[in-house]
């Protein structure tokens, strides 16, 4: 009894190694896969001027394009000193008001005409949420 214990022991371990070492493997592809992939997609972009359309499952393929990359300064500048503080709320509820007033106005437009308003109701909420947000800060 104790031997297939024993054995069953090793086994696992055998089988948790092979585990690890797969997951290793199927990351390693993986990045494989996508470096190349991106790569097509910038020489196609370049190519052609348009870029490749995702397979039906695929709903988003996004990558840091090499071309927008600054290169990096020989050396060091010294850090920048750190704003005493953060922007005014006032900056930012200007165009977050703006918002309002035109979702505000879109909203009695669709009440008018008798189109549904839920999503515009929903919208002007969550503007009213940000400027609520915008203020505490």
């Known amino acids: 009894m104790k031997d297939v214990i024993s054995e069953y022991h090793r086994?696992?371990?055998?089988?948790?190694?092979?585990?690890a070492e797969a997951m290793r493997a199927m990351e390693t592809r993986y990045r494989d896969?996508?470096?190349?992939a991106i790569q097509i997609a910038?020489?196609?972009?370049?190519?052609?001027?348009?870029?490749?359309?995702l397979p039906a499952g695929v709903t988003k393929f996004e990558y840091k394009s090499a071309t927008g990359k600054k290169p990096k300064a020989a050396a060091p500048t010294?850090?920048?000193?750190?704003?005493a503080s953060a922007p005014a709320p006032d900056?930012?509820?200007?165009p977050l008001e703006k918002r309002l007033a035109t979702a505000q106005k879109k909203l009695e437009a669709a009440?008018?005409?008798?189109?549904?308003?839920?999503?515009l109701e929903d919208k002007i909420y969550e503007i009213e949420?940000?400027?609520r947000l915008a203020k505490l800060r």
């Open 91 to 94: 900056a930012k509820l200007g």
């Open 111 to 119: 009440k008018a005409a008798g189109a549904p308003t839920k999503n």
């Open 78 to 83: 010294p850090p920048a000193p750190a704003p």
């Open 129 to 131: 949420d940000e400027i």
């Open 33 to 36: 896969l996508l470096t190349e």
């Open 11 to 19: 086994w696992k371990q055998q089988g948790e190694g092979l585990r």
């Open 42 to 53: 910038e020489e196609y972009r370049a190519d052609f001027g348009v870029g490749l359309k």
